[in-house]
């Protein structure tokens, strides 16, 4: 087995099946529809809604652990929860709440957590964001600290950042950030999955393989993990919003022991591809990477 053909493989064992794309459109239909019927009297289960997150900018990697819908609520909405005193935010969340709480048996288990309202179902949750969209494209999002604020959010910025370094890059973009959530998954790293597809975007636009085939796979997740290492204690800018976030380095540790196994695992992939093997399943997961021929 060679590099390009093991790489293949990982990655068609996280895609998300036909199944998992068609269970996260009927759950959205299925919250959309409620809050279309309630505050617009409609039976559409898409209108004023989008995916956004992973599902979103097509980044998305199985099993799912949920999907963001934002749903754009009428302005009339925004005025009637303006002529309110106290936490104006957490009150529009927990009407949404009893709302989708109505229209569920599984009532007592829908949460509102700014900036979204979380509806279990068997398989994945859907994680609801309510929200008003601006004159700009951009929304407002509901924060309840503080006394209860909102939060300015580019949903279509984060889309595009993704989409023009994929197109750029010829797929490595997309196949990075899931390969590199598998990762974050397996080995319970802490770290944002938007700081993992802000950080590949970055890493990706200078790398001297940009654009190759998967032959490169090896040497694109041994690289990323080391350019990220020197993002300790760095900063990333959220797309749209210009908002300036802080990485920290909690993620540090496991970012460098990754990287340690990655080396060793390219050095391998010419002589003995089963060690190699071996070195991948530990970032990666032995249900996910191939080990051997």
Not at 14 to 33: A, C, H, N, P, Y
Not at 172 to 185: D, F, H, N, P, S
Not at 245 to 271: I, N, Q
Request: one cysteine or more; glycine letters at 10%.
């Amino acid at each position: 087995m060679g590099v390009a053909e093991r790489f293949q493989k990982f990655h068609n064992n996280i895609l998300l099946t036909e199944k998992q794309l068609q269970d996260g459109s009927d759950r959205r239909q299925s919250v959309v529809r409620v809050l279309n019927k309630h505050y617009l009297g409609t039976s559409s289960g898409t209108d004023n809604s989008l995916f956004v997150g992973s599902r979103g900018k097509f980044t998305s990697i199985g099993p799912p652990r949920d999907v963001d819908v934002l749903y754009a609520m009428p302005y009339s909405v925004y005025e009637r929860f303006e002529g309110r005193t106290g936490n104006k935010q957490s009150a529009l969340l927990q009407e949404v709440k009893n709302v989708l709480q109505a229209a569920y048996a599984t009532t007592s288990y829908i949460k509102g957590d700014g900036p979204v309202v979380k509806v279990p179902f068997t398989s994945f949750n859907v994680e609801l964001i309510p929200a008003f969209k601006l004159d700009s494209g951009r929304y407002w999002v509901c924060s309840t600290k503080g006394g209860g604020s909102y939060e300015t959010a580019d949903y279509i910025a984060e889309h595009n950042a993704v989409k023009e370094s994929n197109d750029d890059t010829k797929g490595q973009t997309r196949e990075l950030v899931r390969m590199m959530k598998k990762w974050q998954e397996y080995c319970a790293v802490p770290i944002k999955s938007f700081w993992i597809e802000l950080v590949a975007i970055e890493f990706l636009r200078g790398w001297e393989h940009k654009g190759k085939t998967r032959l490169y796979h090896d040497f694109m997740v041994r690289d990323f993990l080391a350019y990220l290492k020197g993002k300790r204690f760095g900063f990333l800018i959220a797309p749209g919003t210009g908002e300036l976030m802080s990485l920290g380095d909690a993620w540090y540790t496991k970012a460098e022991s990754a990287h340690g196994r990655a080396v060793k695992a390219c050095l391998l992939e010419g002589s003995d591809v089963g060690a190699a093997g071996d070195e991948w399943q530990k970032i990666f997961g032995t249900a996910n990477m191939p080990r051997i021929p």
